[in-house]
């Protein structure tokens, strides 16, 4: 394959010797060096520069005007791809150039074996980590270049970014099969395949590539489109992090539960529970709890059913339920579940997944088994028992008398669940507050610190020129050993534009220092307009880290106690993703997806805030965890 080369130098011979020493080397590890662009300054380059032009770059860290290292930031702002090299007499910025995720330091004078490991690094990178993509035709391109291809009879074109499309004598169908099982290389429309790394944004039923051009996007597959760059999105911000994801999706639904005969019947409830427990996305207490208030109303049918087929039918035995009973029941269960099922549905379905309390959907259950066991037990052997007497009308009047009773309790029970419900949004507000006020004192100790920073600077300034102007140098040392211990330890931090939320990073900043924790963060786009307000933000982001931070503490302080957060404005996709992981003890309390504090008293509140608020907006909130890292992934459309 062919490297496309870029040689950053404020030196005519070093730029010279470095093209001509990389060529040989590369060449033994099957990298054929093509085109070498020279660049006397880091603004030159920049000039130049779009993502995609480049397979690798050699900054000298040391020229005229711009910086290599602040080349490499604006460099890796446009392309987080492109291989870098600095090159440099020294190696006082080694910490930098990891910074910038360079992939090979070069002192010089460059050295043969120095470039002949730059080679066999590049060579891996590209050949044995899915950088490169083989075409049907045995071309080796690397994938950051590939846009997108499209069919043109018996040719596929291939779009590359900075370089003249490929024309390859194939079909379609075999250039999926060859690209397809590369990441982020997908199917958009009939004959067109795209590479979703490349993609500027999404233009109504198009997608904008980097290198301007438009390809459409089938309508058929367009909401399938739309998530799968969604997901990409956050893999490739989980990659910084050097995971992956996982993701869950929240809804409900009941059951209706299915008649005679008997004995298909009872071997149809295992599969149906089954099938009820997949379909409803919570634990399997409360599946259990409305399964049986569906099957305990279905048993109440079957009596009057009963009833019926035994005016019908007298002659028969309860065990030989006729054809006409099993019709008639079909036809009162449809009709319950009609009558119930749109207030059920619009008052009590939210209680399945916001009713986090066991104990309550326990007592649900007792009492459906209650009814099960009494309506089993009233149930006559022979339908000629209930012509005894006044049994038939006291079995009428039983069965209804306690159907009505089990209305009434799970009418106390929904408004008993619907208080409790309550009172947990109340404590999700309270928790809201209390981010609030964290946030608020986060605010007003970064104010503090820097108001009293700039009133004493004034008087110390004084202070420091007097000492100096009669000569007094040892009580000036001593005067400036004071004042500086009079700094707060750690100046206030600007990571985004957003004030309140950036002293709210600074707050936890401070408590990541305190307890011996990692925290990376990574803001970008925090000015983008969103539907949040500032305080929903902070929410959001304080009780992630919060929870982070509370789930650190529970490690040894020896442990590898770690924080991720990403805050990334994507305008292709048109979204706000907040991304962070954190290290844990792999101890979790997971009920139907949903992740509930495992420490004394602790209920999960902040992670359900975060999902209420995201929700809220439109957007969604998921949580996860891979072994012993916990995952939380936001996306919030932006305005």
């Not at 539960?257 to 379909?279: D, Q």
């Not at 996305?281 to 399964?291: E, G, R, S």
């Not at 449809?334 to 619009?346: D, G, L, Q, S």
């Not at 007497?389 to 009047?397: A, D, G, H, S």
Request: net charge neutral; with cysteine; charged share 20%.
């Amino acid at each position: 394959m062919d490297l496309r080369i870029a040689i950053t130098d404020d030196l005519n011979s070093e730029r010279e010797k470095l093209s001509s020493a990389i060529i040989a080397p590369f060449s033994k590890v099957g990298l054929n060096v093509g085109n070498i662009d020279e660049y006397t300054s880091g603004e030159e380059l920049l000039r130049q520069f779009s993502a995609g032009r480049y397979d690798l770059i050699f900054l000298d860290i040391y020229m005229g005007g711009m910086s290599g290292v602040e080349t490499a930031k604006r460099i890796r702002a446009l392309d987080k791809n492109v291989m870098l090299v600095f090159v440099t007499t020294s190696n006082e910025f080694a910490s930098e150039s990891y910074a910038v995720k360079a992939n090979f330091y070069l002192l010089k004078p460059v050295r043969a074996e120095s470039v002949r490991q730059l080679a066999e690094t590049v060579a891996q990178q590209l050949n044995n980590t899915g950088c490169a993509a083989a075409l049907p035709d045995g071309t080796v391109i690397p994938l950051s270049s590939l846009v997108y291809t499209s069919c043109s009879g018996h040719y596929v074109n291939v779009f590359l970014v900075g370089n003249e499309p490929l024309k390859i004598r194939t079909t379609h169908k075999i250039m999926e099969e060859s690209l397809s099982k590369y990441e982020g290389v997908i199917s958009c429309n009939k004959g067109m395949l795209v590479s979703l790394a490349n993609v500027a944004r999404i233009d109504g039923e198009n997608f904008l590539m980097i290198n301007g051009d438009t390809v459409p996007i089938s309508r058929r597959k367009m909401t399938q489109i739309k998530n799968d760059y969604t997901r990409f999105v956050l893999n490739r911000i989980h990659s910084e992090f050097e995971k992956d994801q996982v993701t869950v999706i929240v809804s409900g639904a009941t059951a209706l539960l299915p008649v005679e005969p008997k004995v298909v019947f009872y071997i149809l409830l295992v599969p149906l529970f089954l099938a009820y427990r997949a379909i409803v996305d919570a634990d399997i207490v409360k599946c259990f709890a409305t399964f049986l208030l569906s099957f305990t109303i279905m048993s109440f049918c079957k009596n009057y059913a009963i009833m019926c087929d035994a005016v019908i039918h007298p002659e028969l035995g309860a065990p030989t339920f006729s054809t006409d009973g099993a019709l008639i029941q079909l036809g009162i269960s449809c009709a319950v579940t009609a009558a119930i099922a749109y207030p059920v549905a619009k008052y009590g379905s939210h209680l399945i997944n916001g009713l986090p309390y066991r104990r309550v959907w326990l007592i649900s259950i007792v009492m459906s088994l209650m009814f099960i066991g009494f309506n089993f037990t009233v149930q006559p052997v022979h339908y000629q028992t209930l012509y005894l007497n006044r049994v038939f009308l006291v079995y009428i009047l039983i069965t209804t008398l306690m159907f009505i009773m089990l209305v009434l309790m799970y009418t106390v029970f929904y408004f008993i669940a619907s208080a409790l419900l309550k009172a947990g949004k109340d404590k999700e507000h309270i928790s809201v507050l209390e981010m609030q006020k964290k946030q608020y004192d986060a605010q007003q100790k970064y104010l503090e610190d820097t108001s009293r920073i700039r009133h004493d600077f004034k008087h110390s300034i004084i202070a420091i020129k007097t000492l100096a102007d009669d000569g007094d140098i040892e009580e000036l040392k001593s005067y400036l050993d004071n004042y500086i211990d009079t700094f707060p330890s750690r100046s206030p931090v600007r990571y985004c534009g957003n004030y309140a939320l950036n002293a709210l990073l600074c707050h936890f900043e401070e408590q990541a220092q305190q307890h011996s924790i990692t925290l990376r963060l990574r803001i970008d786009g925090d000015n983008k307009e969103t539907a949040l307000t500032d305080d929903e933000l902070c929410c959001i982001v304080g009780n992630i880290l919060e929870n982070a931070v509370n789930a650190s503490l529970m490690l040894p302080e020896n442990n590898d106690r770690r924080i991720s957060l990403s805050v990334k404005a994507d305008d292709a996709s048109g979204n706000l993703y907040i991304v962070a992981e954190n290290n844990f003890n792999g101890k979790v309390r997971c009920e139907g997806g949903h992740y509930y504090s495992t420490t004394k008293g602790g209920n999960g509140i902040g992670l359900e805030s975060v999902l209420f608020t995201a929700e809220k907006h439109g957007g969604t909130a998921t949580f996860y965890h891979k072994g012993k890292v916990f995952c939380s992934d936001v996306v919030i459309p932006l305005k």
